[in-house]
């Protein structure tokens, strides 16, 4: 099946940039999502990519693709002690029928 | 505002006991989906319909049950037969088509007490 792997712990100081990696197996994947997870809520939608795109800014935040790696990178400029959180990379294929995603990035930002 | 809404937001079973947590969306979205969170594990897909009156099973649909009568609603049973249900439990819902995210409730938290 699909894998879609992270780093589990990342750690930053607030300010810093914060790049939160992500790898993925599935060569027809199509689009390719960001979401946030508070604790104890559910996933909120940051951003996504389309597969035939390299990079999207949206504010604070960069996604980069690297497809021919199938690595996907999320960048977090100045990042702040309210960016805590559970981060979820998520690919779906061409039917766009089911999501898999990676086991989350815990982002710890220390003031 | 149209959303998605998970309850209870806590719930306890007894041994042997079936549960079973309510997703109610009002996006009018005709996918809902089913995941069950556990630490360090990621989401993983317990069941999902993409159409009233049908579903199909995800990687982990043993113990558990779905029903999908109306398009709104998409209720989970946990059953007896689920050694282990202790766990987060999230609903997802998206319109068709291959550019729509998910959307996700709030969580349920499962707990055997």
């Known amino acids: 099946g699909e894998d879609v792997e992270q780093s589990l712990f990342l750690s930053v100081r607030e300010g810093d940039s914060s790049v939160i990696n992500c790898t993925y197996t599935d060569s027809s994947s199509t689009y390719l999502y960001w979401y946030k997870q508070e604790p104890g809520a559910g996933l909120q939608l940051l951003t996504y990519?389309?597969?035939?795109?390299d990079m999207k800014q949206d504010q604070r935040l960069t996604v980069l693709l690297n497809k021919k790696d199938k690595h996907l990178s999320l960048r977090i400029a100045d990042t702040q002690t309210g960016d805590s959180a559970i981060y979820f990379c998520?690919?779906?294929?061409?039917?766009?029928?089911?999501?898999?995603f990676g086991t989350g990035t815990s982002l710890t930002v220390i003031p | 505002d149209g959303g998605i809404t998970q309850s209870p937001k806590y719930l306890f079973r007894k041994e042997g006991q079936n549960v079973t947590l309510s997703c109610e969306q009002n996006l009018n979205h005709d996918a809902m989906y089913w995941y069950r969170q556990d630490p360090g594990q990621g989401l993983r897909l317990i069941y999902y319909?993409?159409?009233?009156?049908?579903?199909q099973k995800g990687d982990i649909a043993e113990g558990y049950s779905v029903s999908r009568e109306k398009k709104e609603s998409f209720p989970l049973t946990v059953t007896s037969a689920q050694k282990n249900p202790t766990a987060f439990y999230l609903c997802?819902?998206?319109?068709?088509?291959?550019?729509?995210?998910?959307?996700f409730g709030d969580g349920t938290r499962l707990s055997i007490l």
């Open positions: 998520a690919e779906t294929e061409n039917t766009g029928n089911q999501f898999h």
């Open positions: 319909s993409q159409i009233v009156n049908d579903f």
């Open positions: 997802a819902s998206m319109e068709d088509g291959t550019d729509q995210p998910q959307h």
């Open positions: 990519i389309f597969s035939n795109m």
